[in-house]
Nanobody
Framework: QVQLVESGGGLVQAGGSLRLSCAAS????????MGWFRQAPGKEREFVVA????????HYADSVKGRFTISRDNAKNTMYLQMNSLKPEDTAVYYC????????????????????WGQGTQVTVSS
């Protein structure tokens, strides 16, 4: 059983930056592909970005490409999301997710593929 805890959310002005963290415990972190999803008020949860278990592959949603950067430190059991040039439409609860995988280069962009979820962290971008 893997436990995921997000942190780093907050209130920021448009154009600003935030760095989210996702700390994992209870499993072999380097065996899990990871992802970030977000859910805005009144909307369904959507894919943001994913990273393979060893960090060699990434996949971004078009809406964040060029502004967000995903990374992970397997020695620290932690994944990060650096968010730059934030827009009001980035306002949402951000969730990290983990999927046990034997394919070190695979990334996953579907909610249904993930096995474990964090509780979420709120990101609010003011205009």
């Amino acid at each position: 059983q893997v436990q995921l805890v997000e942190s780093g959310g907050g209130l920021v002005q448009a154009g600003g930056s935030l760095r989210l963290s996702c700390a994992a415990s209870g499993g072999a972190f380097s065996s899990y592909a990871m992802g970030w999803f977000r859910q805005a008020p009144g909307k369904e949860r959507e894919f943001v970005v994913a990273i393979s278990s060893r960090g060699r592959s990434t996949h971004y949603a078009d809406s964040v490409k060029g502004r967000f950067t995903i990374s992970r430190d397997n020695a620290k059991n932690t994944m990060y999301l650096q968010m730059n040039s934030l827009k009001p439409e980035d306002t949402a609860v951000y969730y990290c997710a983990a999927k046990r995988t034997y394919y070190s280069g695979s990334v996953y962009d579907s909610e249904s593929e993930y096995d474990y979820w964090g509780q979420g962290t709120q990101v609010t971008v003011s205009s």
